[in-house]
């Protein structure tokens, strides 16, 4: 099959590094980049988007709540408007600033609570999903597998690319296991390794419980922020291509 490898770049900012961007990006074929809300500034995310045009590296924004000190990962709730001019800003600026240095954005994946709230409520995912095709309709939607998020996208007629994780396990609704939760994050090479594996094989989600839970997919993604993320995601390239699988960019592996 052709299979993208995605990862969450281009968020560190200031004095802070998070990540390995440099070295990320001639890995993977896909880079999701901050947009300044839950992590990025405009120095750093210029920074991802040149190395990504070096290395031939497809890239999107990657909008999130503004939530520096969390990371993005506290839920908020705001009105219809507010998140749908809060997605539409974030995309917007990194959609600018990939066009001004010659390699533009192809998708759009949202962060952490915003892309977990949306992935569990439709109204939310649908918001979201519009925005998105408000800013530019030929943009990729890069969702979870089996969310709400993807099957707004569809209806927002948008392409949506379908991934899964190599680092996170599942609940039996295919939503990830909360962080706060034990065993939550899968940590090492094997460990990953062995879960991608049996979700080629099985051809779907793999719950924690081992139940199957069937879905095409077309990007696999590993947490750019991790400590293992540049180790795990050498060991996921060369096992797929080991596999028989072809890495390809996010437009190739959704190409009509």
Known sequence: MKINLNADLGES???????????????VGAANIACGFHGGDPVVIARAIARAKETGTSIGAHPGHADLQGFGRRAMTLSVEELRLSVIYQVSAVAGMARALGHPISHVKPHGAMNNQACADRAMADIIARAVAETD?????????????????????????LEIFADRT??????????????????????????????????????????????PFHSICV????????????????????WGHTLVTLPEAVAR
């Open 13 to 27: 900012f200031g004095a802070y590094v998070i990540g390995n961007d440099e070295d990320l990006l001639g890995v």
């Open 137 to 161: 309709p030929d943009l990729i939607l890069l969702a979870p597998a089996l969310s709400q998020l993807a099957a707004a996208g569809e209806a927002a007629g948008l392409r949506v690319a």
């Open 170 to 215: 599942y609940e039996a609704d295919a939503s990830l296991t909360p962080r706060s939760r034990s065993g939550s994050v899968l940590h090492g090479q094997a460990e990953a390794l062995a879960h991608v594996k049996r979700m080629i094989e099985a051809g779907g989600i793999i719950t924690r419980e081992g139940a199957v839970l069937p879905t």
């Open 223 to 242: 947490h750019g922020d991790g400590a293992e993320a540049l180790d795990t995601a050498r060991a996921l390239r060369e096992e797929l291509a080991d």
